[in-house]
């Protein structure tokens, strides 16, 4: 049968490696495809001597190349240090798989990228980000560009999420376009704390709704 | 793969073996064309055979046979039924056309393109279970408006339009009616004499029926003209050696799907969508609960996306759709599902289920201890499948 994933895709897709989540994470998460409204998030633990990655896990809420790339990605990382960890491609992950059709990247793109993005979580959490920059109004709307915005599939920046946003005195005030009560608005507000709360000379987050 | 249940009926049906044996002789023993009646005798075989299935499938649209075209499917006939008003009255009349914004890709691509040719199109919204607003139709409507093309019932969530009141308003109005009826055709009862509408598109691979070919009401008197030169074949509204074995067979296929049928896969629908909404947490059933097609069950189910529940039912050998975006080759979530709740989530996780003549009630059964399974595996991995502590 001409399937569009071969074996080693399927035998991931189907029996996923690492999944679930860890409690009190060391580096954490969550990416979403502003193409198609794939979703996944990742934990990391970390040893803090060697920098090995001891575990790691991951949630998906994403296709069958999602699926599996994070699966094959979790298992190329676990074992490697953060430096090592860092390094791993699409391409590596890709070629792990035996390949990938190429309109499936950026589904499975998104799972190299939760990888880096919880390294970089970790680096941040655990103080070895040098050369810091102080945070700008600019470089908030930059990672809030990786929230994505379920309704629409595609970044709150993108979808004009975003009324307002002020900084002072290392506090972020943050004023999201969309009614309180509304279905998606915790996901959001989780994201976007998620997301900012590891700026260095932040110290305070406070996310408000228009309605 | 030793099971296979095939549940994806509104984009293909098996060939009921009946209609093949109706078919074969025009292949094999009177494969002529149809010539006049000055012809000689096997043309003139081909061309009552062709005539019968006129009228077979005319009849059942309380249509003559003079007002039933085939053509090669449904893509040509919403095609023909546009383009071929706007051929008549674009330059006569006016450039505005009203179509609904849940048309399938045949109506809603015609409409594109004629806008690229500076056409007016107003796409018109739906509400939560995809009915068309007609307070606002019979608002959108202009002395320039050529044409509306409404469907009957959707490809995709199975709800079926008021056509009967639409209709009114057209002929109040003084504007050609069209309606795509690729997925009601023989399953929900038409009567042109009733209804007032002006043209129908309709096809045979929905029903059983071969692929390739379909047809198209057009009541006597509407301006509409021919869009590709040939011949004069089909009233001169369709040049093209006609598909005699392909009209024979949609004939067959429409004397096949009666009454009786439609009631038995309304009760599969209906049982399908029973189980799952019972035994399935956090699922939502997309389309209107009582009017909608009698083939059709389409289900969101919540944390999950459609690829990969496809595919794991595929591993279990049940054929199944979704509206997902993973799905499709341009990564466009469904515009259906768009349309009726703008939400990109409920497109992600929605599964479509069609059924036909050949699926039995335990593959019902079956298909929903499946489905039930995959998606409780994949809420198992979802980031969103648990409730947040």
Known sequence: MAFPYNETVLDHFKNPRNVGRLENPDGKSTEGSPACGDMIKLYLRVNPDTKIIEDIKFESYGCASNIATASIITELAKGKTIHEAKKLTWKDASDALGGLPPIKVHCSVLAVEGLRAAIKNYEERHGMVVNLEPTTVDTIRNRLRRVMNPMKGLDMVATNLIKNIKLEDGIIYLLIDLSETHQFSNVIKEEAREKLETLWDINEIIIEFTE | ?389
């Open chain 2, 1 to 389: 793969m030793e099971k296979s249940i095939y549940l994806d009926n509104s984009a293909a049906t098996k060939l009921d073996k009946r209609v093949f044996d109706e078919m074969k002789s025009y292949y094999f023993d009177n494969y002529a064309v149809a010539t006049s009646d000055f012809g000689y005798s096997k043309g003139i075989e081909a061309k009552e055979a062709l005539e019968n299935a006129r009228s077979v499938i005319a009849h059942r649209l309380g249509a003559s046979s003079q007002e039933f075209i085939f053509t090669s499917g449904s893509t040509e006939s919403s095609n023909l039924a546009i383009k071929g008003v706007v051929k008549a009255l674009g330059d006569k009349k006016g450039k505005h056309i009203i179509v609904s914004k849940i048309e399938d890709y045949p109506v809603l691509h015609s409409a594109k393109a004629l806008e690229k040719e500076g056409f007016t199109i107003d796409y018109l919204d739906v509400d939560e279970y995809g009915l068309v607003n007609t307070d606002k139709l019979a608002e959108l409507i202009t002395e320039k408006t050529i044409l509306v093309s409404i469907q009957h019932g959707n490809q995709e969530i199975g709800t079926l339009q008021d056509i009967v009141k639409i209709g009114e308003i057209c002929r109040n109005k003084n504007v050609i009616f069209h309606t795509d009826a690729t997925h009601t055709f023989t399953r929900i009862p038409i009567d042109v004499k009733t209804v007032p509408v002006d043209i129908i598109t309709v096809s045979a691979h929905t029903i059983h029926g071969p692929k390739g070919i379909g047809g198209l009401y057009i009541r006597k008197g509407t301006e509409i003209k021919k869009i590709t030169d040939g011949g004069y074949q089909e009233f001169d509204y369709r040049a093209g050696i006609e598909n005699i074995p392909g009209a024979v067979g949609f004939a067959k296929a429409v004397e096949l799907s009666t009454d009786d049928e439609s009631i038995r896969l309304r009760d599969m629908r209906d049982k399908i969508i029973e189980l799952v909404l019972s035994r399935i947490p956090d699922v939502c059933l997309n389309g209107h609960p009582q009017r909608r097609i009698p083939q059709n069950a389409n289900i969101t189910f919540h944390y999950v996306e459609g690829e990969s529940v496809t595919l794991h039912m595929d591993m279990y050998g049940i054929s199944v759709s979704t509206g997902s975006a993973c799905f499709s080759k341009s990564l466009e979530a469904s515009h259906v599902i768009a349309a009726i709740g703008g939400n990109h989530e409920r497109a992600h996780g929605s599964i479509r289920l069609t059924f036909g003549r050949f699926n039995t009630m335990a593959e019902i059964y079956e298909t929903v201890d499946t489905i039930e399974k995959v998606v409780a595996q994949l809420r198992l991995i979802s980031p969103l499948g648990h409730k947040e502590v």
